[in-house]
């Protein structure tokens, strides 16, 4: 966790393949092993641990903002009853701790590959997805590129206004 210019910064160890629930085809399994259950649950109740530790480090700093960086996309796709059990309580802590901040919550991750900006807990979808009761309009989520056919990073600058974050795409070429 880093705590600068206003803001704390954590990274969240949340990965993506359904947080690791995905069953290991490859290796004969047609379901998540109980292996894989235990280090997902393990490590899930870590991530939320961590989670409300970033909120009471910005609240007790006077952080103008929270940023979180993961790598799990957690509002992408056509959700099912594996994506909900990987992150419910994820999404729900973050919610519920954003709620309280009432300043900026930053999500950045990178697994769908595919650069996006947009607020997936104000969407009544999601909302409905993981149980939260109403919108949290203080979570911006952007979603970086990744893959083999990447042609731009993102650039993020802290700035002295209320956006805190000014975030721009730069092209590779």
């Known amino acids: 966790m ?39 649950t393990a490590r899930a109740g870590a991530d939320a641990a961590w989670i409300r530790t970033a909120f009471a480090t910005a609240t007790a700093n006077h952080s103008r903002a929270v ?32 709620v309280a901040f009432k300043r900026p919550v930053f999500l950045f991750n990178g697994d769908s590959h595919s650069f996006a900006s947009n607020k997936p807990l104000t969407k009544p979808t999601w909302l409905s997805f993981y149980g939260i009761s109403g919108p949290v309009n203080n979570v911006p989520r952007i979603t970086v590129e990744g893959g083999t056919s990447v042609d731009e990073w993102v650039k993020v600058n802290v700035v002295s206004s209320s956006s805190v974050l000014e975030i721009h795409r730069v092209s590779y070429r």
């Open 2 to 40: 880093l705590d600068r210019a206003g803001v704390t910064i954590a990274a969240v160890h949340v990965v993506g393949s359904n947080n690791d629930l995905n069953p290991r085809t490859g290796l004969g399994y047609s379901t998540p092993t109980s292996a894989q259950l235990a280090e997902e």
């Open 67 to 98: 940023i979180l960086l993961m790598h799990a996309d957690m509002f992408v796709g056509t959700p099912s009853t594996t994506y909900r059990t990987a992150f419910q309580s994820i999404v729900h802590t973050i919610a519920a701790e954003s």
